[in-house]
């Protein structure tokens, strides 16, 4: 059997206080600098990413650590208390797991949330953050969403849909009915998805579609973090700007990806962020929505090449 010496591959690890497995892996050697991946949802897994880029960016010359949160993706746990604090320790725990003292952060979608809270909290632990395609203002988030939506079934005649979005515009804007209405018209019109994809990205979604982890995460997917996590933090009408200026009055390295077609967030979003944390450390991707790892896997790479020295 062929060894290598420092290169951890596939690494399963069974640690914390409550005695249950995390779903956790590690790609490449431990010499190079350590990245963690921390991915989206709530009640999602870092399954697609280490599908189709964990080995990729590995290649490139990182340490990459990538898990699922404590009861969700494959990370089952019936005592999941679904709060930051609780993840907070479980990062922490694979920070000791894996004998690192610092890592860059990479914060993916509400995973954005999670490492940047985190950083606030532990800033000695991160060498760098890097937001892709991190959520906000949760707000402005819902706010795109159906401005943008209005425009298409104004523009397809589409009355019944109309009508629901003026509903939900007089919800509760901080009640779990008016963020899961908001994302369902989110998905329902496409904007997670970019209608350009080039070649590679047609292959990397191809190859996740066949992937045994991401089917079995796909067929186990329930709504209980997405619940928990708004019962217990209300997360839904929370904005990271503050905290990610603080950070940056602070010499913390703040990064960030986004893509163009990603129809949840406004352009002006984006370029306050930009304007937060400067021009050259915010790449605005054109073909490329929310998965911005599988949609410009080549220019994710590159950009992380770039801003990790």
């Known amino acids: 059997m062929k060894q290598i ?17 995390l779903y956790t892996k590690a790609y490449g050697s431990s010499k190079n600098k350590p990245v963690i991946f ?28 990538l898990y699922d949160r404590r009861g969700e993706g494959l990370s089952k746990d019936e005592n999941a208390k679904f709060n930051f604090q609780e993840t907070f320790d479980d990062l922490n725990g694979i920070y000791k797991k894996f004998g690192i003292k610092k890592a860059t952060l990479i914060g993916f979608s ?9 950083t606030e909290k532990y800033a000695d632990n991160v060498t760098s953050l890097i937001l892709v395609s991190s959520l906000l203002s949760q707000q402005e988030t819902y706010s795109t969403i159906l401005k943008r939506s209005k425009v298409i079934y104004q ?10 979005i003026f509903k939900v515009e007089n919800m509760d804007k901080s009640s779990f009915e008016y963020r899961a209405s908001c994302f369902k018209h989110a998905s329902q019109n496409g904007f997670f998805a970019t209608k350009n994809q080039n070649d590679l990205a047609k292959s990397l979604y191809s190859k996740l579609q066949s992937d045994s982890g991401y089917m ?19 997360y839904s009408t929370m904005s990271i700007m503050p905290v990610l200026k603080h950070l940056q009055s602070e010499k913390i390295k703040i990064y960030a990806l986004y893509g163009k ?3 949840i967030f406004s352009t002006e ?17 054109d073909n490329c929505a929310h998965y911005l790892y599988t949609d410009q896997q080549i220019a994710f790479i590159a950009a992380l090449k770039t801003w990790i020295k």
Request: charged share 15%.
């Open 5 to 21: 010496v420092g290169l951890v591959v596939l690494l399963l690890t069974t640690f914390f206080t409550s005695g249950q497995t």
């Open 38 to 65: 921390i991915h989206g949802g709530p009640g999602s897994s870092s399954v697609a990413f280490e599908a189709t880029t964990a080995q990729k960016l590995a290649d490139n010359g990182f340490y990459v650590i």
């Open 110 to 118: 509400f995973g954005g949330i999670v490492s940047t809270l985190y």
């Open 155 to 164: 523009t397809q005649k589409d009355s019944a849909n109309l009508n629901n």
């Open 216 to 234: 079995k995460f796909s067929s186990q997917k329930n709504n209980d973090a997405v619940v928990g996590f708004w019962k217990n933090e209300k």
């Open 261 to 263: 077609d990603d129809g």
């Open 269 to 285: 979003q984006v370029m306050n962020l930009q304007d937060l944390i400067g021009n050259d450390k915010l790449k605005y991707l």
